[in-house]
């Protein structure tokens, strides 16, 4: 059964920082892309970033402020947000892929199989 479980969220204010964690079971882990979406209420679910394949893509809205990296070791990916903005706020779901992703293919949630359960991130003064 495919486990992704996120942690690391939490309230920041504007311009911190927070670290997203998204553990995989093996198999999961070893065999797929990965990525991160969110969705603020009313609001569809967007991709954030996703890795795979010595790949990596960002979506315009956080190039320069988050980043996305994988310990092999833990079977876990990470998301580390700097700069954080009021408009970052939502819930951030980890997801895997079990197919190759592209630029033009990464960002659309229907290419990925399996999600974590949510976690909330909330950017306010």
């Given at each position: ?56 893509y960002y979506a315009d809205s956080v190039k320069g402020r988050f980043t996305i990296s ?45 999600w974590g359960r949510g976690i909330q991130v909330t950017v306010s003064s």
């Amino acid at each position: 059964q495919v486990q992704l479980v996120e942690s690391g969220g939490g309230s920041v204010q504007p311009g911190g920082s927070l670290r997203l964690s998204c553990a995989a079971s093996a198999d999961t882990y070893s065999t797929n892309w990965m990525g991160w979406f969110r969705q603020a209420p009313g609001k569809e679910r967007e991709g954030v970033a996703a890795t795979g394949g010595g790949w990596t893509y960002y979506a315009d809205s956080v190039k320069g402020r988050f980043t996305i990296s994988q310990d092999d070791a833990k079977n876990t990916v990470y998301l580390q947000m700097n700069s954080l903005k009021p408009e970052d706020t939502g819930t951030y779901y980890c997801a895997a892929a079990a197919s190759v992703l592209y630029r033009g293919s990464w960002f659309r949630p229907y290419n990925y199989n399996d999600w974590g359960r949510g976690i909330q991130v909330t950017v306010s003064s």
